[in-house]
Structure formats: structure tokens, C-alpha cells
């Protein structure tokens, strides 16, 4: 009889808990989905012409300000006028701009105007910083919508590129850009390894702004690789990229992509993005009947590393990578 009622208490403790937590993750996804219609509105101005486009990015060199390490300030390589192509080159989450050093020049010298944004909280001297807990969801958005409007006065045909979590910035292009030609989303931080359910993924955005944040760095800081780029990550900064990448599928659920195509890359070999939530993303999107999207994996058997644009990185492979997508790109 004690063992039973041993038995029973247990299980109806066990079921109470499972009822507080289903509860906890119903209020996160009503907490976080509030949130994401605030996303996807955005005011586009874009540059008017060439001079325009070159002061409003003297303006974004102007607010970096010191603390930015030398390499890491956002760039642009010109040709002196308004060209008939332009590309943006939006790196990932820890990195920086110099991310681009050896793929940017591949454009610039097939006649392309070449822009290379920092994205927000990035780029700093400070390797150890905690500036990426301050990040948000809001200045992705912003960051976004400001590239697009300076790149429209470099050039005619607009191509822009990001990859990880400038890949979900070029997702976000994608969905709510109309003046933009080609958006290329590679390894795109829509959601992250083995966390594939919307309310799971709900719950754990909740965490990371409710918990304190936790520094990667302080604990397994990145070893080898760029000397530019961060040690860690913070759990605030990625729930804040987890938000803007929810903010994307929930547009998607509702309307067809705005830019006038899409390339989607993705690489078999990558385990530090969740492939199922991109593929369901690009799924949604051909979904709403928009046909102009083209997709390129490579193959597991290449072992590409989830970062395939640094040259920098140990283990890299840019022979391999580069033509490939310069290829996809431009053709």
C-alpha cells in the first residue's frame, strides 16, 4: 500500500509539472509571437542616386566609432559611380566584415559595387566583450532595411547576401524587399540544432530573456580561427536571432517572398544551424506560389565547416567553395 501511494504521489507530481511546463511554453509562444508582426514592418527609403548612397554610408562609418576593431568597420568598394550591379555581403554572428576579405574582391573585380556592413554589437576591438546581449531583433531589421537602401543608389540590379545569422538578415530581404533582385541565404540562423518545434522554440527565446546571460566565452572560448572575431556567444544575442528568425516563418506563413528571386545554400555537413527549420522555410515559400527560388546543398561528403566564407577559419575550403558560389551568384 506505501509503495503505491509512493507511486501515485510521484505521478501526479510528474503530471502537474508537465502541466506547468506546457502552460510556461503556451505563455512563451503568446509572449514571443506578440512581438513579431513588429518585425516585419519597415519604412524603405532608398538612395536616390550614387552621392546619395555614398553619404548615407559615410554616416554609418561616422557612428562605428573607436571601439570597432580597425578590420572590422563596415566597408565598400566602389567604382567611382553607380554601377550596373551591387551585392551585399552580410557576415555572421561573432564575426565581422574581414569575414569577406578574400570572396568581396571576386565581385568588385566582375564590375560590382561591393558593400560590407557590420552588423550591430559586432566588429569590436574587444574579443572578450559582452556586447552581443545587448543585441536585438529590432536592429537586424534595421540593419537590413538601411543596406538595402544605400545599396539601391550603387547600382541597378541589387544582389543581397548573408550567411548564418546575416543569412536570416538575407531571409528577411527575401520576404520584405521588392527592390531587391536576388537574396542569397546561406546556412541561415532561422532556427538552431535540435530545437525544431515552434512552442519549443517560443519557450527557449523566453529563457534567454528572462535567464541571465550566459557568455560563452567565459567557458569554451572559440579556439583558433580569425583573430577579428569574437570568443563566444551570448544566450541573449542567439535568443534574439532565434526571435528574428520566428519573425520570418510567421511572415512566410502568411504571404509570398518579396524579393524577385531567392538562392538558397545550404550544407549537409552543418550542425550548427537546424536545416529542417530552413528547408520548412523554403517550403512555405514555394507553398504561397513563388516559383523563383533556387536551392544548392553541399554535400556531406565535402565536410565543409558551418562557416564556409572566412578564409580564416581552420579547416576551411574557399578553393572548393568559392567558385561555386560566385556561380550561383552571378549566373
Request: overall charge neutral; charged content about 20%.
Amino acid at each position: 500500500m506505501k509503495n503505491r501511494k509512493v507511486l501515485l504521489t510521484a505521478a501526479i507530481a510528474t503530471m502537474g509539472a508537465g502541466a506547468i511546463l506546457t502552460a510556461a511554453i503556451a505563455v512563451a509562444k503568446a509572449q514571443t509571437d506578440s512581438t513579431l508582426d513588429e518585425l516585419a514592418a519597415h519604412n524603405d527609403n532608398p538612395a536616390t542616386d550614387y552621392d546619395a548612397a555614398i553619404a548615407r554610408f559615410a554616416q554609418v562609418q561616422a557612428e562605428e566609432g573607436d571601439a570597432i576593431n580597425p578590420l572590422c568597420h563596415s566597408k565598400l568598394m566602389t567604382h567611382g559611380n553607380k554601377t550596373e550591379r551591387v551585392i551585399v555581403l552580410v557576415h555572421g554572428m561573432t564575426n565581422c566584415p574581414q569575414q569577406f576579405a578574400e570572396f568581396a574582391p571576386l565581385f568588385f573585380e566582375h564590375g560590382y559595387n561591393v558593400l560590407i556592413p557590420r552588423m550591430p554589437r559586432n566588429g569590436l576591438a574587444d574579443r572578450m566583450t559582452e556586447e552581443l546581449k545587448y543585441l536585438t531583433a529590432e536592429e537586424l531589421r534595421d540593419c537590413c532595411n538601411t543596406m538595402v537602401d544605400i545599396a539601391r543608389g550603387l547600382g541597378d540590379h541589387v544582389t543581397f547576401l548573408g550567411i548564418s545569422a546575416g543569412g536570416s538578415m538575407a531571409a528577411w530581404v527575401a520576404q520584405h524587399r521588392a527592390d531587391v533582385d536576388k537574396a542569397v541565404v546561406i546556412a541561415p540562423s532561422i532556427g538552431f540544432t535540435n530545437l525544431g518545434a515552434d512552442k519549443l522554440t517560443s519557450f527557449a527565446i523566453m529563457l534567454t530573456h528572462y535567464l541571465p546571460n550566459i557568455g560563452s566565452q567565459y567557458f569554451f572560448p572559440f579556439q583558433g580561427g580569425p583573430q577579428y572575431s569574437y570568443l563566444g556567444y551570448s544566450s541573449r544575442g542567439i535568443g534574439e536571432v532565434m526571435r528574428f528568425g520566428k519573425s520570418i516563418s510567421k511572415s512566410a506563413k502568411n504571404e509570398k517572398p518579396a524579393a524577385k528571386s531567392i538562392l538558397v545554400v545550404t550544407n549537409a555537413a552543418d550542425t550548427a544551424v537546424n536545416s529542417k527549420m530552413n528547408l520548412a522555410l523554403v517550403k512555405m515559400w514555394r507553398s504561397r506560389g513563388y516559383g523563383a527560388i533556387e536551392e544548392y546543398e553541399f554535400d556531406a561528403d565535402k565536410k565543409l565547416i558551418h562557416d564556409i566564407i572566412d578564409p580564416q577559419q581552420v579547416q576551411q575550403q574557399t578553393a572548393l567553395v568559392y567558385p561555386i558560389l560566385f556561380d550561383l551568384i552571378t549566373r
